[in-house]
C-alpha cells in the first residue's frame, strides 16, 4: 500500500509512550488495535465513553492476544477542563511522549442540529479544532523533552480533504450556517494549526502531519487506520514541505491553509478563545502583542 516511492514496515515502539484520541470506533479503533501491536511501553486511550473504551480493549486483545500495554484514560472533548485535567494528569504520572494521535472529531452526520458545549463554544468546532489545539499545547513541552534525532516526536491530525471548502472569517466567527459548513472549516482549521505547528516546532526533533484516511463508509477501518500508519512511519523520498497527506502521499493542501499570516491570526485567536474559559499558557502565545487590538483580526 502507498507510492512507489514509500516504504513502509512495522515499527518497533518499545519503550515508547502514545496517545489516540477517538479510538473506541471505527479507523480509531482499528488504529489503537495496529499501535498496541507494534509494542509501546504505554498506549493510553484518550475517550468520552469509559464503556466504549472497555470495548475497544477487549477489541485489541482479540486482534493481539493481550491488552497489556493499553489504559483507558477519560477526556471529553467537549469539556475544556476535562482535556485540562487529562493533560495535567499525563504530565504527572507518565511524563513522556512520543506519538500523539490526534484523532477524534464529529462529523456533519452525526449533528442533528447545532448547539453548544458546557464552554459555549459550538461543539464541532470545540471538538474538531480547538479542544485538540488546547491538547496539543498542553503536550508540546512533554513532547519535545521525549524526542531524539534517533526517534523523533510526531503529532498526527487526522484530517479530511474537504478542508478545502472550508472558510475562516474572524468579524462573522460564529456565523456558520449548517453543521456542514462547521465542519469543512473546523477541516481547514486543522490543516492550518499542523502547518503553523512545523513552523514553530523548526529546530526541534517534533514534526506535525495531518492525514486525510479516506472515505471510510466505502472501505473498512483497518484500510482507513493504514492510510494514517503508513505516511506517519514510512521513510520517503518525497519531501514537499506541506506535511499534508492523502492517499498516502503527501500533497499540497488548499492555498488557505499555507497562508502563513491566516495561521498566526487563528493560532492567537484560538490561545484567546481559551484563555477566556480555563487557565492556559500556550509554549508559542504571542498573546500580548497580537491582541493589542482586536482590530489587527479584521483586516
Same mark, same amino acid.
Given at each position: 500500500? #502507498?507510492? *512507489?516511492? !514509500?516504504?513502509?514496515?512495522?515499527?518497533?515502539? !518499545?519503550?515508547?509512550?502514545?496517545?489516540?484520541?477517538?479510538? !473506541?470506533?471505527?479507523?480509531?479503533?482499528?488504529?489503537?488495535?495496529?499501535?498496541?501491536?507494534?509494542?509501546?511501553?504505554?498506549?493510553?486511550?484518550a %475517550?468520552?465513553?469509559?464503556?466504549?473504551?472497555?470495548?475497544?480493549l477487549?477489541?485489541?486483545?482479540t486482534?493481539?492476544?493481550?491488552?497489556?500495554? %493499553?489504559?483507558?484514560?477519560?477526556?471529553?472533548?467537549?469539556? +475544556?477542563?476535562?482535556?485540562?485535567?487529562?493533560?495535567e494528569?499525563?504530565?504527572?504520572?507518565v511524563? &513522556?511522549?512520543?506519538?500523539?494521535?490526534? /484523532?477524534? #472529531?464529529?462529523?456533519?452526520?452525526?449533528?442533528?442540529?447545532?448547539?453548544?458545549?458546557?464552554?459555549?463554544?459550538?461543539?464541532?468546532?470545540?471538538?474538531?479544532?480547538?479542544?485538540?489545539?488546547?491538547?496539543t499545547?498542553?503536550?508540546?513541552?512533554?513532547?519535545?523533552?521525549?524526542?531524539?534525532?534517533?526517534?523523533?516526536?510526531?503529532?498526527?491530525?487526522?484530517?479530511? *480533504? &474537504?478542508?478545502?471548502l #472550508?472558510?475562516?472569517?474572524?468579524?462573522?466567527?460564529?456565523?456558520?450556517?449548517?453543521?456542514?459548513?462547521i465542519?469543512?472549516?473546523?477541516?481547514?482549521?486543522?490543516?492550518?494549526?499542523?502547518?503553523?505547528?512545523?513552523?514553530?516546532?523548526? #529546530?526541534?526533533? %517534533?514534526?506535525s502531519?495531518?492525514?486525510?484516511?479516506?472515505?471510510i463508509?466505502?472501505?473498512?477501518?483497518?484500510?482507513?487506520?493504514?492510510?494514517?500508519?503508513?505516511?506517519?512511519?514510512?521513510?520517503?523520498?518525497?519531501?514537499?514541505?506541506?506535511?499534508?497527506?492523502? /492517499?498516502?502521499?503527501?500533497?499540497?493542501?488548499?492555498?488557505?491553509? +499555507?497562508?502563513?499570516?491566516?495561521?498566526?491570526?487563528?493560532?492567537?485567536?484560538?490561545?484567546?478563545?481559551?484563555?477566556? *474559559?480555563?487557565?492556559?499558557?500556550?509554549?508559542?502565545?504571542?498573546?500580548?502583542?497580537?491582541?493589542?487590538s482586536?482590530?489587527?483580526? *479584521?483586516?
Open positions: 500500500m #502507498g507510492s *512507489k516511492q !514509500t516504504k513502509y514496515e512495522k515499527p518497533d515502539l !518499545t519503550g515508547k509512550t502514545v496517545i489516540i484520541t477517538g479510538a !473506541t470506533t471505527g479507523v480509531g479503533r482499528s488504529l489503537a488495535a495496529f499501535i498496541a501491536s507494534y509494542n509501546p511501553k504505554k498506549l493510553i486511550l %475517550v468520552r465513553n469509559r464503556a466504549k473504551g472497555e470495548a475497544t477487549e477489541f485489541i486483545e486482534r493481539n492476544g493481550h491488552s497489556n500495554n %493499553v489504559e483507558v484514560w477519560d477526556m471529553d472533548l467537549a469539556d +475544556l477542563k476535562s482535556v485540562k485535567s487529562f493533560a494528569k499525563f504530565i504527572k504520572e511524563g &513522556e511522549l512520543h506519538l500523539l494521535f490526534n /484523532n477524534a #472529531g464529529s462529523a456533519p452526520m452525526e449533528l442533528m442540529k447545532i448547539k453548544n458545549t458546557k464552554n459555549n463554544f459550538e461543539v464541532t468546532f470545540q471538538v474538531n479544532y480547538l479542544s485538540q489545539f488546547l491538547l499545547n498542553l503536550l508540546l513541552d512533554t513532547l519535545k523533552k521525549s524526542a531524539s534525532p534517533e526517534f523523533p516526536c510526531k503529532i498526527i491530525n487526522t484530517n479530511s *480533504k &474537504e478542508h478545502r #472550508g472558510t475562516i472569517d474572524f468579524e462573522n466567527f460564529s456565523g456558520h450556517k449548517s453543521a456542514c459548513h465542519y469543512v472549516n473546523t477541516k481547514l482549521m486543522g490543516v492550518i494549526f499542523s502547518n503553523e505547528l512545523n513552523r514553530k516546532l523548526k #529546530g526541534t526533533n %517534533v514534526s502531519l495531518a492525514i486525510h484516511p479516506g472515505l463508509k466505502s472501505k473498512s477501518p483497518d484500510y482507513g487506520a493504514l492510510q494514517i500508519l503508513i505516511p506517519t512511519f514510512s521513510i520517503s523520498k518525497r519531501n514537499l514541505g506541506y506535511s499534508y497527506y492523502e /492517499n498516502c502521499k503527501e500533497v499540497k493542501p488548499s492555498d488557505k491553509a +499555507l497562508n502563513e499570516a491566516l495561521a498566526k491570526k487563528l493560532w492567537d485567536y484560538s490561545d484567546k478563545l481559551l484563555k477566556s *474559559k480555563v487557565s492556559y499558557c500556550s509554549s508559542y502565545s504571542s498573546f500580548s502583542s497580537s491582541f493589542r482586536l482590530r489587527s483580526l *479584521k483586516r
